[in-house]
């Protein structure tokens, strides 16, 4: 039976992140729990405005002033 060697330079630990598929956060990226991802969603319907009743009504957003300052950077493109 033939034997493999595995050269320690080639093997890579990869993340579970990169199992999976998925980027890690970096330049253009960036992470969004469900909250701030549903806020944003709900931003892009609304034209980018933060006070529509859908924001303004659900006890999912209106208790959290940082998930909506946070979506709305992400939705004008100047969060970092």
Same mark, same amino acid.
């Given at each position: 039976m033939a034997r493999k060697v595995i050269s320690a330079e080639?093997?890579?630990?990869?993340s579970g992140r990169e199992r999976a598929g998925l980027p890690d956060p970096?330049?253009?990226?960036?992470?969004l729990n469900r909250n701030?991802?549903?806020?944003?969603?709900?931003?892009? +319907? &609304?034209?980018?405005?933060? =006070?529509?009743?859908?924001?303004?009504?659900d006890p999912r957003f209106a208790g959290h002033p940082e998930t909506?300052? +946070? &979506?709305?950077?992400?939705? =004008?493109?100047?969060c970092s």
């Open positions: 080639r093997a890579q630990v990869r970096g330049k253009g990226l960036v992470g701030e991802y549903a806020m944003l969603k709900e931003i892009a +319907k &609304a034209g980018g405005k933060t =006070d529509s009743p859908a924001l303004t009504r909506v300052d +946070k &979506a709305k950077e992400v939705y =004008d493109g100047t």
